[in-house]
């Protein structure tokens, strides 16, 4: 059975930085790719950034370019989210997700973790 689970959210004050992990088990996943979303309260759900488990083909979100870095560890079946000079529009649940093909869209995630609270204060 696949698990994907989310750590290391909580409170940051506009500027700051958080790391957010993410880890996965339950079956292989080379080839697969991982992503991370985000869902504001009142807003639909949207796409942060992904990477395939080579660790290549990384792909940000315009709203997040040059602040945040995703990453992987093999090893560890754990993905990596560094937030740096977060902003108060940044506040919202992040969500990882795991699918066989890469994708800035949700559908083609088949995977998913409960999601972890990021907050922004100014």
């Known amino acids: 059975q696949v698990q994907v689970v989310e750590s290391g959210g909580g409170s940051v004050q506009a500027g700051g930085s958080l790391r957010l992990s993410c880890e996965a088990s339950?079956?292989?996943?080379?080839?697969?790719?991982f992503a991370w979303f985000r869902q504001a309260s009142g807003k639909e759900r949207e796409f942060v950034a992904r990477i395939m488990w080579s660790g290549s083909d990384t792909v940000y979100a315009d709203s997040v370019k040059g602040r945040f870095t995703i990453s992987i560890e093999n090893a560890k079946n754990t993905m990596y989210l560094q937030m740096n000079s977060v902003k108060p529009e940044d506040t919202a649940v992040y969500y990882c997700?795991?699918?066989?093909?890469?994708?800035?869209?949700?559908?083609?995630?088949?995977?998913w973790g409960q999601g972890t609270r990021v907050t922004v204060s100014s």
């Open positions: 339950g079956r292989t996943f080379s080839m697969y790719a």
């Open positions: 997700a795991v699918g066989a093909l890469p994708s800035d869209y949700e559908r083609f995630y088949n995977y």
